[in-house]
């Protein structure tokens, strides 16, 4: 794992999502939503998908933060990708706001999929020319 100067790793928020159907045709679908608290810093791993019954080549997914591609080629992963290798390492550490995963269904029926996301947030290093200063440690909390 490479991270910035001056940062660690401090929780893993791993997250997985439940099966999610893809109507036939549609729009981007929202499959996972992990929300990064303002002044912390994710760390993307790796991203795991399946699609459990249909044909694979039919799925596009996109690894999107505040919309935008977390980094190139992020924008249009395609499900066949996901047969051969197990998780698709992304690992790119990213600032704060929401990091979607969505899925697109380009065939005619209904498509099941599930996906995870391995993350971790990530902690500033005590500054050694300020041994005053302390570590800072983030908390994901838990939407209600």
Request: hydrophobic share 40%; with cysteine; charged share 20%.
């Amino acid at each position: 794992m490479i991270l910035y100067k001056g940062w660690e790793q401090a929780e893993d928020i791993s997250q997985s999502s439940g099966i999610i159907s893809l109507a036939a045709n549609s729009v981007l679908t929202e499959c996972l939503k992990i929300i990064i608290p303002s002044g912390a810093r994710l760390f993307i791993e790796s991203l795991t998908a399946r699609v459990i019954d249909a044909g694979s080549d039919s799925v596009v997914f996109y690894c999107l933060r505040n919309g935008m591609s977390v980094a190139p080629g992020l924008t249009a992963i395609n499900g066949t990708l996901f047969d051969f290798i197990g998780p698709f390492l992304i690992q790119r550490d990213v600032g704060p706001g929401e990091t979607t995963i969505y899925a697109d269904n380009a065939a005619g029926g209904i498509i099941r999929v599930n996906v995870s996301l391995q993350c971790f947030l990530l902690r500033m290093i005590q500054d050694e020319n300020n041994p005053g200063a302390k570590s800072l440690r983030y908390a994901y909390r838990e939407r209600y």
